[in-house]
Every structure is written in structure tokens, then in C-alpha cells.
């Protein structure tokens, strides 16, 4: 079993649609827990920190369900522009005391007009 | 300034030859990183370097060599590589090694090795 897994996609919605991420981890020790975003051939960049109360940044809604080790994206009122693959990540403290960040294989989305 | 550069952009290489990948931050960061990422893959750990030391290799093979002269430099020296090496190469860097949302990556080096 991976230790981040997601739905590979592709997700193609129309513009202004509502879509949803889902992304579950293997490891319960795993201590924090993010979205990065990619577009194509670019560098990975932090879309939001996940929190288990659940937290939002404009149209992005993040939620983490310890318990079910599971973690979503809600991205509302979607946006061309919103068009990129959106990766789960998972940071671990390591046997050495180290931290270790775990990427998922990314959900693409596209949003056509 | 949140921004990590790394050069060059592009490499091509051959199974023989040296070459190093550099990168550099100026935020004050003591955390860096390497990453290799394959096409329609997600970014894999390579090293981590905690205040200019090395505190991960993720068994990572000896023709991959990183150092970190300093706070700010993080390279990676290559030699005898093979044409399966041939990725993205990522830089990233955080405040601190426990602060994984301060992370910052790199545009990266695109590299192909021959």
C-alpha cells in the first residue's frame, strides 16, 4: 500500500463547478499534513496547511479526519486557472528524528469553459 | 524574499561525465533539501540538511553526493550517472527542519542524462 494515496484523475469540470480532492495516508504516526499545488513543469508550491478542525482560504476548504486517515480538498467556484495537479502530502518524523515530507501522485484538474 | 534559485535550468549529461546542480536561498533558512522527481511522479526525498548538516539520505546511490558549504548553498555533485537518473531535480528549504509548512522548492534542473 502507498503511504499517500490519491485519485489520479483527471478531473475535468466546467468552470464555476465545485470538486473535490480525497487522499488517504498509511502512516498513523504522521504528524502534519498539507495540499501543494503543481501546474506542468513547474515547481511544487504549499496551497495550504490541513487541520483537524478543518480549515479555509477563500475557496479552498482542507479537512483531515485522523481517526479515518483521510484528507480533502474542496475547491469551490472553480476557476480556469485553478487547472493544475494538486497533491496530498504527509510529514513524518523519521527513526533518526528527522522530518519527512510524503507527496501523493497528485489529482489533476482541469476547468474548461 | 521567498525564493529558492537553482541553476542551471537545464542540464544534458553524459554516463561519464561530472557535473554539479547548485542552489541557493537567502531567507535565513537552516533547512535544505534535494528532491528527484520523474515525469507524472510525485517529488521523492533525496537528502535533507539540518544547520549544514546531513540528517536524511533516503539510500540514496553514492554517484549522487550532496554538500552544503553553507547556510545559504546546498549543491548536488553527479557523476557516472545513468540515463534512468534523468528526472527534475528539486531544491527546497524551511525555517527549520520541524517546520515543514515554511517549505520552499525551487523551480528545479531539469536533467538528462545520455
Known amino acids: 500500500r502507498k503511504e499517500v494515496e490519491q485519485d489520479p484523475g483527471p478531473f475535468n469540470v466546467p468552470e464555476g463547478a465545485t470538486v473535490a480532492f480525497n487522499c488517504t495516508y498509511s502512516?498513523?504516526?504522521?504528524?502534519?499534513f498539507f495540499w501543494y499545488r503543481q501546474d506542468c513543469r513547474k515547481e511544487p508550491k504549499l496551497l495550504m496547511s490541513?487541520?483537524?478542525s478543518g480549515n479555509e482560504d477563500g475557496r479552498f476548504t482542507a479537512q483531515l479526519n485522523r481517526a479515518s486517515q483521510y484528507i480533502s480538498l474542496l475547491i469551490r467556484d472553480s476557476k480556469l486557472s485553478d487547472s493544475a495537479t494538486y497533491l496530498c502530502?504527509?510529514?513524518?518524523?523519521?527513526?533518526?528524528?528527522?522530518?519527512?515530507?510524503?507527496f501523493g501522485t497528485g489529482t489533476q484538474l482541469k476547468v474548461e469553459l | 524574499d521567498t525564493e529558492v534559485t537553482q541553476t542551471p535550468k537545464h542540464l544534458v549529461m553524459g554516463m561519464t561525465n561530472k557535473k554539479s546542480l547548485k542552489c541557493e536561498q537567502h531567507?535565513?533558512?537552516?533547512?535544505m533539501y534535494w528532491y528527484k522527481q520523474k515525469a507524472k511522479k510525485p517529488p521523492e526525498l533525496m537528502f535533507v540538511?539540518?544547520?549544514?548538516?546531513?540528517?536524511i539520505n533516503e539510500s540514496v546511490p553514492s554517484r549522487f553526493s550532496p554538500e552544503c558549504p553553507n547556510s545559504s548553498l546546498l549543491n548536488l555533485h553527479l557523476h557516472a550517472l545513468q540515463p534512468e537518473d534523468s528526472a527534475l531535480y528539486l531544491c527546497?528549504?524551511?525555517?527549520?527542519?520541524?517546520?515543514?509548512?515554511?517549505?520552499?522548492f525551487g523551480p528545479g534542473t531539469r536533467l538528462l542524462v545520455l
Open positions: 502512516n498513523s504516526a504522521s504528524q502534519s
Open positions: 502530502v504527509v510529514n513524518c518524523v523519521t527513526e533518526g528524528g528527522g522530518n519527512k515530507l510524503t
Open positions: 540538511y539540518s544547520y549544514e548538516k546531513l540528517s
Open positions: 527546497a528549504s524551511s525555517q527549520e527542519a520541524g517546520r515543514p509548512e515554511t517549505q520552499y
Open positions: 490541513v487541520y483537524s
Open positions: 531567507m535565513g533558512h537552516r533547512a
